[in-house]
Nanobody, 124 residues
Framework: HVQLVESGGGSVQTGGSLRVSCAASGYPYSTICMGWFRQAPGREREGVAVICTIGGSQNYADSVKGRFTISLDSAKNTVYPQMNSLQPEDTAMYYC??????????????????WGQGTQVTVS
């Protein structure tokens, strides 16, 4: 079965950076999109960044454009979100997700099939 394992979360000061990773194993398809999502207490889960193996195309939430980037090692099915200029409002549990590429780079959590356990990011 598919497993997603995140690593690299933690605490950081306002304006700081974090680089995390998420590795997918057992993935059954030849194409993959991997996404980075977050959920703050009392709020719904929201999409942050998405990247797909098709052309390496990416999609970002407006709230993180210019601050977050995402890269994908398709040979390893591993994604590397880089979070810069972190702000207290970025504090959340961050989740990795994966799905088969179907022509879109959706940030809607309901469109994603496989999920990691999450890693906490705290900005103060």
């Amino acid at each position: 079965h598919v497993q997603l394992v995140e690593s690299g979360g933690g605490s950081v000061q306002t304006g700081g950076s974090l680089r995390v990773s998420c590795a997918a194993s057992g993935y059954p398809y030849s194409t993959i999109c991997m996404g980075w999502f977050r959920q703050a207490p009392g709020r719904e889960r929201e999409g942050v960044a998405v990247i797909c193996t098709i052309g390496g195309s990416q999609n970002y939430a407006d709230s993180v454009k210019g601050r977050f980037t995402i890269s994908l090692d398709s040979a390893k099915n591993t994604v590397y979100p880089q979070m810069n200029s972190l702000q207290p409002e970025d504090t959340a549990m961050y989740y990795c997700a994966a799905k088969r590429y179907t022509g879109t780079w959706s940030l809607l959590p309901s469109h994603w099939h496989y999920w990691g356990q999450g890693t906490q990011v705290t900005v103060s």
